[in-house]
């Protein structure tokens, strides 16, 4: 299936580093293969797990322990996608019982010094978000509330 021109809302991506072979990557279109990296890195447990990884080689209890409120069927599928993907390498030593650490590759390391970029930049505005979320709420009772209606 041909990848659809699809309006280009982020039109600075369409020649990145002037490379012409990146011009088949449009992470708006529906087919566009980048999108489940994207959705890899960037869904529930994915930027954790990365993030896990910044100071090197991680088993996987110590990856587990670190990603606080992760289970082992999302670490582990998780660390799978991640593998796939090409950001992270699985290694298992020669040796019983077999060690297994994960680590960053080089493309992995690159995504996760951006992630961190992206965490410091939340990091720093929280007190805007925590009022946006505050006014929103006083706007938008949950609908429990509403529903409930005054207490007689």
């Known amino acids: 299936m041909a990848t659809r021109p699809v309006p ?3 039109a600075e991506f369409q020649n990145l ?3 012409p072979d990146l011009t ?7 087919d566009c293969p980048s999108r489940p990296v994207l959705d890899h ?3 529930r447990w994915g930027t954790l797990i990365v993030l896990s990884l910044h100071d090197g ?3 996987f209890s110590e990856i587990r322990r670190a990603v606080a409120g992760i289970n082992d069927k999302a670490l582990s599928q998780g660390l799978r996608h991640l593998e796939r ?5 699985r290694h298992a030593s020669d040796g019983f019982p077999s060690r297994v650490e994960y680590r ?3 493309v992995g390391a690159g995504m996760e010094a951006r992630l961190r970029e992206m965490v410091t930049y939340l990091y720093a505005n929280m007190p805007e978000v925590l009022d946006a979320q505050a006014g929103y ?3 938008h009772p949950a609908p429990e509330a509403a529903a409930e209606g005054p207490v007689s």
């Open 41 to 43: 890195v960037t869904g």
């Open 104 to 106: 960053l590759t080089e």
């Open 57 to 59: 080689p991680r088993r």
């Open 85 to 89: 993907d090409g950001l992270v390498l």
């Open 137 to 139: 709420d006083a706007e």
């Open 17 to 19: 580093s002037g490379r």
């Open 8 to 10: 280009h809302v982020l």
């Open 24 to 30: 088949e990557f449009q992470v708006l279109a529906e």
